[in-house]
């Protein structure tokens, strides 16, 4: 299953590819941590392996002292996510670029779905998304009206705009998107 979200005149903002989707209920989405720069190499050669996997990926301006050219970059620079059962890691391991699974020691931590989801969702919202440092601060809250509801992250406040913020606790990596104030509730 691939998906591409298009913006203007055949350029591909974003790309999700489920290239053979787990049956399994064990196969849960895991980090891998990959060399610099290999964030696309490792995404493809998970493909060709038909290994699930996903590599949001941003829109940026780059400026040379020549040119300007819009580029597409990783989200969370240093990342793929995959997923997996774990029965059978090496195939994975072996990829050139792929450093080792994110976790605790040698067992690899899981990335809830429902954060994944999160970020499928947000990255719809192409020209309002852009990357931010984790930890930071703020109030909890969870968008309870249009199409994010149910995205739970912590409020931004920049310049009179609302954003929120989305943590990928296990990455320690985070994205935001502006949301109209109204439309949050606030955690506790």
């Known amino acids: 299953m691939s998906t591409n979200f298009i913006i203007g005149k055949n350029s591909v903002f974003h790309h999700v590819i489920s290239a053979t989707p787990l049956e399994k209920p064990l196969a849960k989405w895991y980090a891998l941590y990959v060399r610099s720069r290999f964030e696309k190499k490792v995404y493809q050669e ?11 990926l941003i829109e940026e301006i780059r400026i040379w002292s020549d040119r300007k ?8 620079q240093g990342y793929v996510f995959v997923r997996s059962d774990l029965k059978n890691k090496l195939p994975i ?7 080792k699974f994110v976790g605790i020691r040698t067992q690899p931590s899981a990335i809830p779905d429902e954060q994944i989801n999160w970020i499928k ?9 852009r990357r931010e440092h984790y930890p930071f601060l ?7 009206a249009g199409p994010l509801r149910g995205v739970r992250g912590v409020v931004s406040q920049i310049r009179s705009r609302t954003r929120i913020v989305v943590a ?15 439309f949050l509730r606030l955690l506790k």
């Open 46 to 56: 998970l493909q060709k392996k038909h290994i699930e996997c996903f590599l949001p």
């Open 69 to 76: 050219k819009k580029v597409h970059v990783p989200l969370f």
């Open 93 to 99: 391991l072996e990829i050139a670029g792929v450093v």
């Open 121 to 129: 969702v947000i990255l719809q919202a192409k020209d309002a998304v």
């Open 138 to 144: 703020g109030q909890k809250v969870e968008v309870v």
């Open 168 to 182: 990928v606790d296990s990455i320690f990596q985070a994205l935001s998107i502006e949301v109209q104030p109204e």
